[in-house]
């Protein structure tokens, strides 16, 4: 039996969760409403307040399936109820953010201004000059977009210029020396 596919998953109070036909699974919270539609191999139910997935049988398709099932649902709770955000932090000279209505204007040392508009269901804040949170409620939408807004200038290892997320840690190399 998977570990985490398993584990019932607790439904907060002012969570609404419908399960419609093909495994369509709609949860609706403070926050938002978020739709998806699962595997329809998997058994999904709600049981005293708890939401149950179970496979039908051993077969290794149907085990890889169990806990992935299990994860999306609880993470559409989570985002109906807490939401999602990720940090990212920009460092270099002249390098800054700033936001314009729903527009990220990010400066970061090329010859034109790198311009992105926030995505549906997406927000990002600026903090100061230097610091970008991406905030949502749906964990892979916030996921996918903080990742665009890195590759526009990832880190780079000599002087760790670039977009990093706050908890990433940037191994540095020592550059060139001088022969004499």
């Known amino acids: 039996m998977s570990r985490i596919g398993r584990l019932p998953i607790a439904i907060p109070a002012g969570v609404d969760i419908k399960i419609g ?3 369509l699974v709609t949860v609706k919270g403070p926050k938002g409403t978020l739709e998806r539609k699962l ?16 496979r039908p049988s051993d077969l290794k398709r149907f085990r890889e399936l169990h806990g992935l099932t299990r ?3 609880a993470n559409m709770i989570e985002g109906v109820t807490k939401g999602f955000e990720k940090t990212l932090e920009i460092n270099g000279v002249g390098y800054r953010a700033a936001k314009q209505g729903k527009k990220l204007v990010l400066t970061l040392g090329y010859s034109h201004l790198v311009e992105m508009m926030d995505p549906e ?3 990002t804040v600026v903090e100061g000059q230097n610091k ?7 964990k892979e939408k916030v996921g996918q977009f903080a990742a665009e807004i890195r590759t ?6 000599y002087k760790g210029k670039g977009i ?17």
């Open 152 to 157: 526009k200038r990832p880190p780079e290892p």
């Open 164 to 180: 990093k997320y706050d908890y990433e840690h940037i191994r540095r190399k020592v550059g060139k020396t001088g022969k004499k």
């Open 71 to 73: 994860t999306l649902i």
């Open 39 to 54: 595997s329809a191999d998997m058994n999904i139910a709600i049981e005293d307040g708890h939401v149950v997935v179970t």
């Open 121 to 123: 269901g997406i927000e």
């Open 21 to 23: 036909e093909g495994n």
């Open 132 to 138: 970008i949170i991406v905030k949502g409620i749906s």
